[in-house]
């Protein structure tokens, strides 16, 4: 079955613009989370949500930094005035539960410049 | 929130076994450990969760001892393409938004 998908790949923004990063979970996945992983780092956690409940958003660096997930399937992560620091690759995954595996998705490769 | 200890780096002989070892001495009764490995420009990848006592897969096996204060996974013959970032992390239901995956250990295997 098709696993967790994300789009774009790439995304090079100049600084002060504003980006959407989607993300498709494996369907049925009720857990979806984002990660925010530097180069050489592990992946450092954003936001979780369980179905379309919001339930963790203590990771998001910023006030600049939304994520949604209105119908508790697709997810959208938006960065607002988008600043150098925030250069990353964004992860996201989706598992069946909040414990159970994580399946992540290939990243967006965010650049700032 | 348990924390975890693993080694930065290893190295190995293509069709050695390597086990890597995951230190979390605060670990919670309810605690799951689940290990992941992460090639360059790839999400991770799930590769086994356990509880307690051994689990075995088509990829690897997770030895947790009795006082669950360590854990170790294990993979068979290794192969070049088993060169990756290993990443151990434990929590719970409770704690499963406050996971975190350290630096992970980043596994070498050469010829």
């Known amino acids: 079955g098709a696993g967790v998908s994300q789009s774009p790949r790439y995304k090079v923004a100049k600084r002060g613009q504003d980006v959407a990063l989607r993300c498709d979970p494996i369907s049925g996945h009720v857990s979806l989370f984002w990660y925010q992983q530097a180069l050489g780092q592990g992946p450092e956690f954003l936001t979780y949500f369980q179905n379309e409940a919001q339930l963790d958003k203590s990771g998001l660096p910023s006030d600049r930094f939304f994520a949604e997930r209105p119908e508790g399937s697709v997810s959208t992560l938006k960065i607002q005035r988008t600043q150098q620091e925030d250069s990353a690759v964004y992860l996201c995954a989706s598992s069946p539960g909040p414990i159970e595996g994580q399946y992540f998705g290939p990243g967006t490769r965010l650049t700032v410049l | 929130l348990a924390k975890t200890t693993q080694p930065i780096s290893m190295d190995s002989y293509e069709g050695q076994e390597v086990n890597i070892t995951c230190s979390h001495n605060n670990i919670a009764t309810n605690d799951y450990i689940t290990w992941y490995q992460q090639f360059p420009s790839q999400g991770p990848r799930f590769i086994i969760q356990?509880?307690?006592t051994k689990v075995t897969n088509e990829v690897a096996s997770l030895f947790i001892p009795a006082d669950r204060k360590s854990s170790t996974l294990s993979l068979p013959r290794v192969s070049l393409s088993d060169t990756a970032v290993y990443y151990c992390l434990v929590g719970n239901t409770g704690t499963a938004s406050k996971l975190t995956f350290g630096t992970g250990t980043r596994l070498q295997v050469t010829l």
């Open positions: 356990g509880y307690k």
